[in-house]
């Protein structure tokens, strides 16, 4: 599967953003999805995931309550719906794929998109 995030941008501190990642080739609802981030001189580190009916999510403790992850297995996308941002959350977004069950580890990710840039200014 190909993946290419897209929305990021800048935005001052307590804005919204709205992050999609278009999926193409095999079947983008047979895949779990997530986003992660990597800030500059920092480790990618986990954002949030869903499962493959968008019935299940997971988050970081960092995120919750301000960020949504959904899907629309139709269009082929997922999103991300980041509120109340902080100039801590800026960094490079990524969207991800995998085969197996939903994780929080970066390492386990399939497929990866390119990254879309999200800067928080204060």
């Known amino acids: 599967v190909q993946l290419q995030a897209s929305g990021g941008g800048l935005v001052q501190a307590g804005g919204s953003l709205r992050l999609s990642c278009a999926a193409s080739?095999?079947?983008?609802?047979?895949?779990?999805m997530g986003w992660f981030r990597q800030a500059s001189g920092k480790e990618r580190e986990f954002v949030a995931t869903i499962n493959r009916s968008g019935e299940s999510t997971l988050y970081a403790d960092s995120v919750k309550g301000r960020f949504t992850i959904s899907r629309d297995n139709a269009k082929n996308t997922v999103y991300l719906q980041m509120n109340s941002l902080k100039p801590e959350d800026t960094a490079v977004y990524y969207c991800?794929?995998?085969?197996?069950?939903?994780?929080?580890?970066?390492?386990?990710?399939?497929?990866w998109g390119k990254g879309t840039q999200v800067t928080v200014s204060s």
């Open positions: 991800a794929a995998r085969d197996g069950i939903l994780t929080k580890d970066p390492s386990r990710m399939d497929y």
């Open positions: 080739g095999r079947t983008f609802s047979s895949y779990r």
